[in-house]
């Protein structure tokens, strides 16, 4: 367990927000390209894709403009549904929609990891679960053997029963030690199947960030920052496990009336 705390950032709406998650997003690919010469990055679902495209796709809010590296981002999903890759309910199409098809050309083009659609249409959840672990393994783990893939950064939402990825409270899965990427059959949000990273993939990322708006997260917010009940919350483990390489990034809704925010930017 972490000793330090996370940061817990607050701006005044998501326009303000996004401004601000551009840097942080930047000097996260910065870091990483000087280590390694790519960004390895997950993302999740829910309102997080439209975030991140204005924070990315930004013209440099009035400051000189340095683009996002694009072509050298390997983008993989950190929860997924198990639908086809055209589904409403698809993170991928999202993704899609939202931030992938809107990238000028100049930027160039991420290489991106969607699930298996042949494994979606067995129908085998942990099926689909082990190709994405494949994936991974073939991307982190290609030269020699590694215990856990190291994420530059995960980009994260935060339900309002305290979920992250499609770790859900209470769950079995929350315990899950040994396996990168594993299979929920049910889950309480809907649709019920998906593939999640696991929590020690999480918290084994370099830099772990969650964007959480709106006034319908401020009860969340406060049992995962202020309660001792809300200890046991997936997004509150993931605060615990990954320390201050966790950053949240809140409206003033989400967090009204949490303890210790700090206001502006890190
Ligand atoms: O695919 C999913 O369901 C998501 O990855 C999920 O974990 C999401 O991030 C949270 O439910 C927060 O969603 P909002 O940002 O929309 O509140």
């Known amino acids: 367990m972490a000793s330090t705390q996370p940061n817990l950032l607050s701006f005044p709406n998501t326009n303000t927000l996004a401004e601000q998650l551009r840097p942080y997003v930047l000097a996260s690919q910065n870091a990483a390209l000087s280590r390694h010469d790519s960004f390895r990055i997950a993302v999740s ?21 340095i ?3 694009f072509s050298k981002w390997h983008i993989f999903f950190a929860d ?37 659609a042949e494994a979606v249409k067995k129908d085998d959840t942990q099926e689909l679960a082990d190709h994405y672990q ?44 040994d396996a990168w990427v594993a299979a929920e059959n049910n889950s ?5 199947k ?5 929590l020690p993939v999480v918290t084994s990322a370099v830099h772990i960030a969650f964007v959480a708006t709106g006034a319908g997260k ?12 809300g200890r046991s919350l997936p997004s ?11 950053s949240w990034f809140t409206d003033h809704a989400a967090i009204d009336g949490v303890a210790f925010p700090r206001r502006g930017s890190l």
């Open 45 to 65: 679902g829910g309102s997080l894709p439209t975030v991140l495209a204005r924070a990315l796709l930004a013209d440099g809010n009035g400051t000189p403009k």
């Open 67 to 69: 683009p996002p590296q």
């Open 80 to 116: 997924e549904r198990a639908v086809p890759l055209d589904h409403d309910d698809s993170n991928y199409r999202l993704l899609q929609e939202e931030l992938l098809s809107k990238i000028p050309a100049e930027l160039g083009a991420p290489t991106v990891y969607p699930i298996d």
């Open 134 to 177: 494949e994936d991974l393994m073939r991307v982190f783990a290609a030269k020699n053997s590694v215990k856990l893939p190291i994420f530059d950064l995960i980009l994260l939402g935060c339900g309002p029963d305290g979920h992250t990825c499609s770790l859900f409270p209470g769950h079995d899965l929350l315990r899950e030690k």
């Open 188 to 192: 309480p949000k809907p649709p019920p």
């Open 194 to 198: 998906r593939i999640t990273l696991t």
């Open 218 to 229: 401020k009860d969340i917010m406060k049992a995962i920052f202020d309660s001792e009940e």
């Open 236 to 246: 509150a483990l993931v605060n615990q496990g990954g320390g201050d390489k966790v």
